[in-house]
């Protein structure tokens, strides 16, 4: 069973940065793209960034130009940078990792922009 473990959101203010982490326990980590979803209050959840084994990222066009996803195959870690945090970023985020056997999803980190 793959666990997926989110930390790092918080509150913070319009224009402040905060980086969150995706710890995974699975011996294949590297193995697997991954990616991180968000859902804010009321609506559903959307797509934010996916970073591919290769190396490639796509970004939400909301994002881009101030998240950068990446990851630590070392630490199992997947990490999401956020800077420039705007409040409609404001919402749950979560840590996905799609594979052969299903998609595993982490329970969630509160990111709160607000001043």
């Known amino acids: 069973q793959v666990q997926l473990v989110e930390s790092g959101g918080g509150l913070v203010q319009p224009g402040g940065s905060l980086r969150l982490s995706c710890v995974g326990s699975?011996?294949?980590?590297?193995?697997?793209?991954m990616g991180w979803h968000r859902q804010a209050p009321g609506k559903q959840r959307e797509f934010v960034a996916f970073?591919?084994?290769?190396?490639?990222?796509s970004y939400a066009d909301s994002v881009k130009g101030r998240f950068t996803i990446s990851r630590d195959n070392t630490k199992n870690t997947l990490y999401l940078q956020m800077n420039n945090l705007k409040p409609e970023d404001t919402a749950v985020y979560y840590c996905?990792?799609?594979?052969?056997?299903?998609?595993?999803w982490g329970q969630g980190t509160q990111v709160t922009v607000s001043s």
């Open positions: 996905k990792q799609p594979t052969p056997a299903g998609d595993y």
């Open positions: 699975a011996r294949n980590f590297g193995f697997y793209g």
């Open positions: 970073l591919a084994t290769g190396g490639g990222t």
